[in-house]
T-cell receptor, first 114, second 113 residues
């Protein structure tokens, strides 16, 4: 079991460029999440998905898009990168059900927009 | 609006000391979790508390959920350098027919040998 795998680990983008952050999990979890973590801060939810074909906005969705065509994959797309999107991005997944649910996190993608 | 406030934000203590970290909110949570995050890694779950007033112990770590399920505390006894890291609380809230985690602002702990 690899758990939650994120690629790439690091990326530098120029303003206006686009990119996709990849996230895949092999635990057959239905719930998947994308968070961003700014320096010295906690995590803020960008988007989440409760199953293949279903996505919903979190606290800070502007400037991002997601898709969930399979249970395993939950890519995050940045269309027009801005310096405000410089952050560390974490993907997570969890088992069905709201109670006593542990979220498993990937190792993060550190993105810098210059 | 930050729903979960943690205090203190930063804490630097000597090995062997005790400490308490607080997680406070005006909102009620279905359950609350504590995570520890080390540099360059994602958060890792330490514990989940579900019932108001619940106390859970994990070796030298004691977690308590407030009676009203709006706050929580993490107490570490005889801190060790290996306890160094960012501690995050996360509350589970119902939203639009499902649930999602709301993370706190984090407490960065450094334990000096």
């Amino acid at each position: 079991n690899a758990g939650v795998t994120q690629t790439p680990k690091f990326r530098i983008l120029k303003i206006g460029q686009s990119m996709t952050l990849q996230c895949t999990q092999d635990m057959n979890h239905n719930y998947m999440y994308w968070y961003r973590q700014d320096p010295g801060m906690g995590l803020k939810l960008i988007y989440y998905s409760v199953g293949a074909g279903i996505t919903d906005k979190g606290e800070v969705p502007n400037g991002y898009n997601v898709s969930r065509s399979t249970t395993e994959d939950f890519p995050l797309r940045l269309e027009l990168a801005a310096p405000s999107q410089t952050s560390v991005y974490f993907c997570a997944s969890s088992y069905d059900g709201p109670m006593n649910t542990e979220a498993f996190f990937g190792q993060g993608t550190r993105l810098t927009v210059v | 609006t930050q729903l979960l406030e943690q205090s203190p934000q930063f804490l630097s203590i000597q090995e062997g000391e005790n400490l308490t970290v607080y997680c406070n909110s005006s909102s009620v949570f279905s359950s609350l979790q504590w995570y520890r995050q080390e540099p360059g890694e994602g958060p890792v779950l330490l514990v989940t508390v579900v019932t108001g007033g619940e106390v859970k112990k994990l070796k030298r770590l004691t977690f308590q959920f407030g009676d009203a399920r709006k706050d929580s505390s993490l107490h570490i006894t005889a801190a060790q350098p290996g306890d160094t890291g960012l501690y995050l609380c996360a509350g589970l809230q119902p939203t639009s027919g499902t649930y999602k985690y709301i993370f706190g602002t984090g407490t960065r702990l450094k334990v000096l040998a």
